[in-house]
């Protein structure tokens, strides 16, 4: 009787030492893809997303303007669908799609005197493009993602008339492109970028000297802004992650 008491308690000892084993090995495998089956980010991913910028190639050869099509190309591998409008005088009203990324193109019919009243304007032109997206074009979008302050006075429009989450990303601020300058250009430029730090859903930036200077200047909470390099090899997972969590947390369908 003993001896098969003590054969149970060997049988059980191997099966929970097995059952440890195995344990071990799917967290380390759960911990190199950074996935975590209990945090609740990880939600569902949008179906459509918008981005926002006032560079992307080919007509622009830039930090945004690559960093925007890198994004696009890579949001498109993940199953997103990716429209992405910006301005380009010479191709306005046209629709090109480029590796599954519809661009469209706009122009500003406004002459400005300043980037300033650029932006401002522009916004007529992208709420038309928006507007034919979702009645014309693909339905409903999901997510508004834009890129630099240019492009926030739009997004924010948008965020507002639409109910959707807004992801913004800033690759600079106004004090660090002009500083020790104080007027009313560069005050209303500021404005902007601070509306955009309080109203969006989630900051990105790409280095972690501009995420201090973000949070310097325009005081958002630490966690909403991520410091996410487009040259390390997983970037766009990250940026589909954020993107699950304020789908998850912020859908203003549901109350923010």
Sequence with gaps: MQQSTDTVKKLNSNEQHSEYIRQMFIDKILQQIKYNPDDMSYGKKPKSVVLLSSEYLPKNISEIALHCKSLADGLVDKGINVNV??????????????????VHY?????????????????????????????????????????????????????????????????????????????????????????????????????????????????????????????????WTSDVVRDYKWVMQNCNRNNGH
């Excluded at 409008?85 to 990324?101: L, Y």
């Design 85 to 102: 409008i910006t301005p380009d005088p010479w191709k306005d009203g046209q629709v090109v799609e480029m590796g599954g990324v519809k």
């Design 106 to 234: 706009i122009n500003n019919s406004i002459k400005s005197y300043s980037p300033l009243t650029w932006a401002l304007t522009l916004n007529m032109e992208i709420g038309k493009a928006v507007s034919k997206i979702v009645y014309e074009g693909d339905g409903p979008i999901d997510l508004i993602h834009a890129h630099q302050w240019e492009m926030f006075p739009s997004a924010l429009m948008l965020q507002s008339a639409l109910k959707r989450p807004l992801v913004v990303n800033y690759y600079s601020t106004q004090e660090q492109r002009t500083p020790f300058v104080n007027n009313l250009y560069t005050d209303s430029v500021k404005n902007i970028e601070y509306s955009a730090s309080n109203d969006s859903d989630k900051i990105h930036v790409h280095d972690c000297w501009l995420k201090s200077e973000v949070m310097r200047q325009y005081s958002p909470k630490n966690e909403k802004v991520n410091v996410l390099d487009p040259s390390k090899r997983r």
